[in-house]
T-cell receptor, first 109, second 114 residues
Framework: GQNIDQPTEMTATEGAIVQINCTYQ??????LFWYQQHAGEAPTFLSY??LDGLEEKGRFSSFLSRSKGYSYLLLKELQMKDSASYLC??????????WGAGTKLIIKP | SAVISQKPSRDICQRGTSLTIQCQVD?????MFWYRQQPGQSLTLIAT?????????ESGFVIDKFPISRPNLTFSTLTVSNMSPEDSSIYLC???????????FGEGSRLTVL
């Protein structure tokens, strides 16, 4: 079957770095997405990886290893506004998105 | 990118009633997606709304319960019929107009069924 695993909740300190991991199993693969969702709001797109390696976008970076079925989202210089849920989603061979349950990130001062 | 307007943003409904959620996009899109997100959970795709044809429903969702309209390329509605408390959820409209196929979401409609 198709499956996405990511931690339910993580806690980090303002100014620090946090890495949110995601493992996936899909029928075929057409890319891995990360979304941010603040409480009570809709998800917003953060990143897309389809090739192995690291994609950097400001304070946020996303990594993909296709052979391992693994991705992570790296957040640097954490700010209080980064407190949110982070959703990992993999696109299968039919271009269907398989969503993880999300990782709730709590930032403490 | 796309700007998506959804309404109502929230509503409290009585058991057994139906509610229609509207979704307006600021550009023409081929496919629109309707998701449900129950408290503390991730997104579940209900159906894909295609202009000019019947919506395509995912396993566990049926047209009688969630009828969808797609009259043109910028608008869609989702009706939640004969509601029960189990239908209490956030319903999200989305389109995949990003360069990588990433989705853009409406603000969501938070339904509470009493």
């Amino acid at each position: 079957g198709q499956n996405i695993d990511q931690p339910t909740e993580m806690t980090a300190t303002e100014g620090a770095i946090v890495q949110i991991n995601c493992t996936y199993q899909t029928s075929g693969f057409n890319g891995l997405f990360w979304y941010q969702q603040h409480a009570g709001e809709a998800p917003t797109f953060l990143s897309y990886n389809v090739l192995d390696g690291l994609e950097e976008k400001g304070r946020f970076s996303s990594f993909l290893s296709r052979s391992k079925g693994y991705s992570y989202l790296l957040l640097k210089e954490l700010q209080m506004k980064d407190s949110a849920s982070y959703l990992c989603a993999a696109m299968d061979s039919n271009y269907q998105l398989i969503w993880g349950a999300g990782t709730k990130l709590i930032i403490k001062p | 990118s796309a700007v998506i307007s959804q309404k109502p943003s929230r509503d409290i409904c009585q058991r057994g009633t139906s509610l229609t959620i509207q979704c307006q996009v600021d550009s023409q899109v081929t496919m629109m997606f309707w998701y449900r997100q129950q408290p503390g959970q991730s997104l579940t795709l209900i159906a894909t709304a295609n202009q000019g044809s019947e919506a395509t429903y995912e396993s566990g969702f049926v047209i009688d319960k969630f009828p969808i309209s797609r009259p043109n390329l910028t608008f869609s509605t989702l009706t939640v019929s004969n509601m029960s408390p189990e239908d209490s959820s956030i319903y999200l409209c989305s389109v995949g107009t990003g360069e990588a196929g990433e989705l853009f979401f409406g603000e969501g409609s938070r339904l509470t069924v009493l």
